[in-house]
């Protein structure tokens, strides 16, 4: 009866490297090692497992269909092997260090400065670098810990962790409509729209109420590309606005804006703390990641 083989799990770390840089000289510089050695690890990974797992030639090297299906386990191992590490070095250690953050303007001005702050005071030890762009950056190219991503996700390898969730709404100024009920999306079409153009579709919006389904596309005399430059013009009752709930819940407490076609609801999105595939987190990113869930997430206003 034959003993069950043992790998070599360093070797996952190998083909890991290898797939995401795409090259042997780019792997040998992120493990620090030969590229002897990186070609030799990935040779005996592949005699282990009994498979082709790249497909090379003198100026590039590919995975294959069964290189592509094992780097989702491998990844994953890879992951939790250095968590555990990250978790076990860092017990009992102040958190320090240096973060990079990112987030859109409005939000990151908003939501995410205040968030720093705090972060800050409970560990001045860490610096954060925090950079506001509209553009979603790409993690590893800029050499960011984590993003705080509004709305809905592409399909990546980036791991994330929903924080909370919104969902769009229509509000005015009460003296847009002055006191008129507008109960039905069709009534929308006789107001003036202000198109938030970093959405998709900004002028067509489908509202639902059960089973009903109302889409509509408005011919919008103003457009701007920032919600909170959207919630000023609102305010001064340039026209309506469709905007995530968050951003308008204390004008809507206090009455400075009201909630249109209430009974109708439109697209629901989330919050994510994005971080970069591959890499532990280190007790600093913990610490945000914790931290966020907290501030941003449930109990923090954005579910409302």
């Known amino acids: 009866m034959t003993k069950n083989k043992r790998h070599n799990l360093n070797r996952l770390a190998y083909f890991v490297e290898v797939y995401e840089q795409r090259t042997i000289t780019g792997a040998a510089g992120r493990l620090d090692v030969s590229k002897a050695v990186v070609s030799k690890q990935i040779q005996l990974l592949e005699d282990d497992v009994g498979v082709a797992l790249f497909r090379r030639n003198t100026r590039k090297i590919a995975p294959t269909d069964a290189g592509v299906e094992f780097y989702q386990r491998a990844k994953a191992s890879v992951v939790q092997a250095n968590d555990a590490f990250e978790m076990v070095r860092d017990r009992g250690r102040q958190a320090r260090g240096a973060l990079r953050v990112t987030a859109t303007v409005e ?24 950079i506001l762009a509209n ?38 100024s009460p003296d847009l409509v002055r006191n008129a009920a507008v109960d039905d999306p069709g009534q929308l079409l006789e107001l003036p729209f202000i198109a938030n153009s970093v959405v998709a579709s900004p002028a067509k919006w489908t509202f639902r109420k059960g089973r ?31 905007v995530p709930n968050f951003a308008v819940e204390n004008d809507l407490a206090d009455g400075r804006l009201i909630r249109l076609v209430p009974t109708w609801s439109l697209r629901e999105g989330a919050v994510y703390a994005v971080t970069p595939p591959g890499r532990a987190h280190g007790r600093a990113l913990r610490e945000l990641l914790e931290l966020a869930q907290v501030s941003l997430g449930r109990g923090s206003g954005l579910d409302g």
């Open 212 to 242: 009903k389904r109302r889409s509509l596309r408005f011919d919008p005399p103003i457009t701007v590309n920032n919600t909170g430059a959207t919630r000023q013009l609102v305010l001064q009752a340039a026209g309506f606005a469709i």
């Open 135 to 172: 553009e979603q950056l790409d993690l590893i190219a800029e050499r960011l810990d984590l993003a705080f991503r509004v709305g809905w996700l592409a399909d990546s390898l980036n791991r994330a962790r929903k924080l909370a969730e919104f969902t769009e709404i229509p509000v005015c």
């Open 107 to 130: 939000y990151g001005s908003t939501r995410v400065v205040p968030l720093i702050s705090a972060f800050r005071e409970q560990f001045p030890a860490v610096s954060v670098e925090l």
